[in-house]
């Protein structure tokens, strides 16, 4: 390769990457206004292309990190050919233009990567986001069924304590009623040993009276036996 040849050359590939370079540039900024737009706020849905939020942003950063790389792959042939120029002075000068290049192409490259570690962690904090709220509405589901079995659970108590309060009501009414049952039994059996006592006794007076009727019937007899054989005892006396 012939040095004038090699010079051209050399310059056609500088040229080719300060295109590349503005370019990128311009995708750079193009992207963080995309970044920074309302309409790329989804980043729970977007692909994490390029590290950027939306569809266009990913675009976007993809065509830079290919801008990137191809400028890099310019500056990798550029520092080649430099080192294969004789002159010195021609040499030290195309090694400052490739050195500024790969410096420049590098600061752009970090400003990319920090943007997508910037729209990473914006995804991760907007996916982070959602599952708190995710699981926040999850609780709040949980505790507002806790409630309800609670409510529920405090309902059937209720119920339970007032059909117990019925239930003793019930019981103490049938005592009440047993005992005035009771009552009454008592009642009609003192009534009954009464009349039992007063039979009892009518008896006996009716035994008596019978007893001395008896009695007083075998003492008439014997007072009649005893005048008829004074009479007889007369007569006879008289007939003597």
Not at 1 to 15: H, N
Not at 109 to 133: G, N, P, Y
Not at 219 to 225: Q, R, T
Request: glycine fraction near 6%; aromatic fraction near 6%; charge should be positive.
């Amino acid at each position: 390769m012939d040095f004038s040849g090699g010079g051209a050359t050399l310059s056609e590939m500088y040229q080719s990457a300060r295109r590349l370079l503005l370019s990128a540039r311009d995708g750079v900024a193009r992207v963080e206004r995309l970044a920074s737009a309302p309409t790329s706020s989804s980043y729970s849905s977007a692909p994490l292309v390029g590290g950027g939020g939306g569809a266009g942003d990913s675009a976007a950063a993809e065509e830079v990190r290919r801008e990137v790389a191809q400028i890099q792959g310019l500056c990798a042939q550029m520092d080649r050919l430099w080192r294969s120029i004789p002159a010195k002075g021609q040499r030290d000068l195309w090694k400052r233009k490739v050195e500024q290049l790969s410096e420049e192409v590098d600061s752009l490259k970090e400003t990319l990567d920090r943007h997508s570690l910037r729209q990473k962690k914006r995804v991760l904090e907007a996916k982070e986001r959602a599952e708190l709220f995710e699981r926040a509405n999850g609780e709040s589901s949980h505790v507002l069924r806790i409630f309800d079995d609670e409510a529920q659970a405090m309902q059937s108590a209720r119920s339970s304590s007032r059909m117990l309060d019925e239930a003793y009501e019930t019981g103490v009414a049938i005592l009440h009623k047993y005992a005035d049952q009771r009552d009454r039994l008592k009642s009609a059996q003192r009534k009954a040993l009464d009349i039992l006592n007063t039979v009892g006794l009518s008896n006996s007076v009716l035994k008596l009276i019978e007893r001395r009727h008896r009695v007083d019937k075998w003492i008439a007899y014997a007072d009649i036996y005893c005048t008829c054989t004074e009479k007889t005892d007369s007569v006879t006396v008289c007939g003597f």
